[in-house]
């Protein structure tokens, strides 16, 4: 998913500097400014202006000796008289950039003039009046001290960081502890995606993820993840707190070891599997905020649920992830997969159009595995108990025990117990009828649970049972005496074996939940 860009030979992109400056709300706090009891005249907004300089000067033409983000400390003792001069007077220092003006009543002016208060409204140029005196040298003293320090807090911090991602580009961290820690670093949530916009890592800091991805584009900062004129991606920021190495540097720093990851794997591959196997890890292990989250998440790579056949499915067989998730997009689906305890999981998301038959499914997961195929699904807990039905189905399935694509439909009691998972009278029933078992397996190292699974599963054919068991037939059988023995159970009881496949069932179920 990399793009590479050809850059001429004279052009080096170099990263945005961050300089550590003060605002202008932050010179009024300063005590040596309070001691004028300084009154906001025009604010809001016009105070989150950033402070390079103290400037004092009553000149009328002080504009043309200023760089920009100075905050002028003046008397007024020079100032045009006029009202349209005056009103040129404070465009001209608009245009110059200033951050603001702090204008100290007296003796030139006891009040503001309301030609320079309508303009500085009009323009957004922030206005504050002192109403005591204060010595200006002592406002320039404090300003430009406050200045040094955040400068040298800044260079502080961006030393540290350096040494966190560099830390983490050599210990080769993953994607994802990557994002979390630009995400520390900054106290928002950041987001990595690639270049198909699909979300491969988030750290939403308790924001829900769904309304961080909302948010994204119109409240979001972000840099690309670039190296030699190759992208992979983007990582973003929302808004969020002033950082003093500044929030651009912060992202920056992440997206560089990001870049040096994908440089020493050799691209991006990686990413794609941590975002699926991450997705499906927070599913089955239910950790999300909400159901919205993990449909965002969804979403973000094309999956969805409105005029679409979804399942969750487990694949026995030795083929990578990766290669299901190939076939499946072939075939026209959306697919998240993953490798789960020796096992391809996978979410389909099929479109109402494409037939959801048998023959589409093995050449998904490919023409000699065994698949098997949960309930359909029209939001995410419905895909959370398709995957779980699945995966039940899946851990108790035995050699040559049914056709290669079973499905959870033909399935009832799987489908019982999977209704039932959360009540607890299910597993109590479970636990009951297999104590006996259960001690007696964890005592002796035995195997007299997996006979009886074996059994149930072959009702009719105790031979098939034994082989499936990989016993003789008299040692399957003397294992079936003594299971009924420890139970004080007729194993040829049609009723009793019904109840013991649904307990078998419900522990199965329980250990996969």
Request: hydrophobic share 45%.
């Amino acid at each position: 998913m990399s793009d590479r860009k050809d850059f001429g030979s004279d052009r080096t992109d170099r990263p945005i500097r961050a300089t550590a400056l003060l605002t202008v709300a932050e010179v009024l706090a300063e005590p040596v400014v309070q001691a004028g009891v300084p009154e906001v005249l025009v604010g809001g907004a016009a105070l989150d202006a950033e402070v390079r300089w103290a400037h004092v000067s009553d000149s009328a033409g002080v504009a043309r000796l200023l760089d920009g983000g100075e905050l002028l400390l003046s008397t007024g003792a020079g100032w045009p008289e006029e009202a349209e001069e005056q009103r040129a007077f404070v465009r001209g220092l608009r245009r110059a950039g200033i951050a603001g003006i702090v204008l100290e009543l007296g003796a030139s002016h006891a009040r503001v003039p309301d030609a320079v208060a309508d303009e500085c409204a009009e323009t957004g140029l922030a206005l504050i009046v002192l109403t005591s005196e204060v010595k200006f040298v002592a406002v320039t003293e404090a300003v430009h001290r406050a200045l040094i320090s955040a400068q040298t807090d800044a260079l502080s911090e961006r030393q540290r960081l350096h040494e966190l991602f560099t830390a983490l580009s050599l210990q080769g961290a993953p994607a994802d502890v990557v994002v979390a820690e630009t995400a520390r670093a900054l106290g928002s949530p950041v987001v990595l995606q690639n270049l198909a916009h699909e979300v491969i890592a988030v750290e939403p800091l308790r924001v829900p993820v769904v309304e961080v991805l909302a948010r994204l584009a119109d409240d979001g900062e972000s840099v690309p993840v670039q190296a030699r004129g190759v992208r992979w991606g983007t990582l973003s920021a929302l808004q969020g707190p002033a950082h003093p190495a500044g929030r651009l540097t912060v992202l920056e720093q992440g997206a560089t070891a990001l870049a040096f990851g994908c440089l020493a794997d050799g691209g991006d591959a990686e990413w794609s599997i941590l975002a699926q196997s991450g997705l499906i890890d927070d599913l089955l292990g239910a950790r999300f905020a909400s159901p919205a989250d993990i449909a965002a998440r969804l979403a973000a790579g094309g999956f969805v649920f409105d005029g679409h056949h979804c399942h969750g499915i487990v694949a026995h067989g030795a083929v990578s992830a990766s290669e299901l998730a190939y076939r499946a997009r072939q075939a026209g689906c959306a697919v998240v997969a993953a490798r789960v305890d020796s096992h391809d999981v996978a979410l389909l998301s099929v479109p109402e159009s494409v037939p959801f038959t048998d023959a589409m499914i093995s050449r998904i997961v490919g023409p000699d595995r065994t698949v098997f195929v949960g309930p359909s699904a029209e939001d995410v807990l419905g895909l959370l108990a398709s995957l779980r039905i699945a995966r039940d189905l899946a851990a108790g399935d035995h050699p040559g025990a049914g056709p290669r694509v079973r499905r959870v439909e033909d399935r009832p009691l799987e489908r019982l117990v999977a209704s039932l998972r959360d009540d607890h009278r299910l597993h109590e029933h479970s636990e009951r009828m297999l104590a006996p078992l259960v001690e007696h397996d964890r005592e002796r190292r035995g195997d007299l649970v997996d006979v009886l699974a074996a059994l149930v599963a072959h009702p009719g054919n105790r031979s098939a049972a034994a082989a499936a068991s990989h016993l003789s037939r008299s040692v399957f059988y003397q294992r079936l005496t003594l299971i009924a023995e420890l139970l004080g159970a007729d194993l040829d009881d049609g009723e009793t074996l019904a109840a013991l496949h649904l307990a078998l069932t419900a522990r199965r179920s329980a250990a996969h939940g």
